[in-house]
């Protein structure tokens, strides 16, 4: 089994545990850790935005990462959310395992 991580920004901690939620119960991904006061500075529509934002972080099977992502666009509400994914090489095979065993349908 391969996992993957799946690195979202979004507006606030609610919207962050709301997208969490449905993504765990849904069994899309295995869990989630939601990090509250991230500071993000990008450029969008031409002008500098330099903002507070809530990172979350979902660990999934990668296999279950398009779909993780069409899940996560349909309950974001940005425009152009950042959703960006990362294959794990290598972890805690036993942990690595759980997240197999929690996304499988």
Same mark, same amino acid.
């Given at each position: 089994?391969s996992?993957?991580?799946?690195?979202?920004?979004?507006?606030?901690p609610?919207?962050?545990? *709301?997208?969490?939620?449905?993504l765990v119960?849904? $069994?899309?991904v295995? &869990?989630v850790n939601?990090?509250?006061? %991230?500071?993000?500075?990008y450029?969008w529509?031409?002008e500098i935005?330099?903002?507070m934002?809530?990172?979350?972080i979902a660990?999934?099977?990668?296999? *279950?990462?398009d779909e993780?992502?069409?899940?996560? $666009?349909c309950?974001? &509400?940005y425009q152009?959310?950042?959703? %960006?994914t990362?294959c794990?090489?290598a972890?805690?095979?036993?942990y690595?395992?759980?997240?197999?065993?929690?996304?499988?349908?």
């Amino acid at each position: 089994m391969s996992a993957s991580l799946v690195y979202v920004t979004t507006t606030n901690p609610d919207e962050a545990a *709301r997208i969490g939620e449905a993504l765990v119960t849904e $069994r899309l991904v295995a &869990s989630v850790n939601i990090i509250d006061q %991230v500071r993000s500075i990008y450029r969008w529509e031409k002008e500098i935005h330099d903002k507070m934002e809530t990172l979350l972080i979902a660990k999934t099977n990668t296999l *279950r990462v398009d779909e993780t992502i069409d899940r996560i $666009r349909c309950l974001h &509400s940005y425009q152009c959310p950042c959703i %960006v994914t990362w294959c794990l090489d290598a972890g805690n095979n036993a942990y690595l395992d759980w997240i197999g065993q929690e996304t499988t349908q």
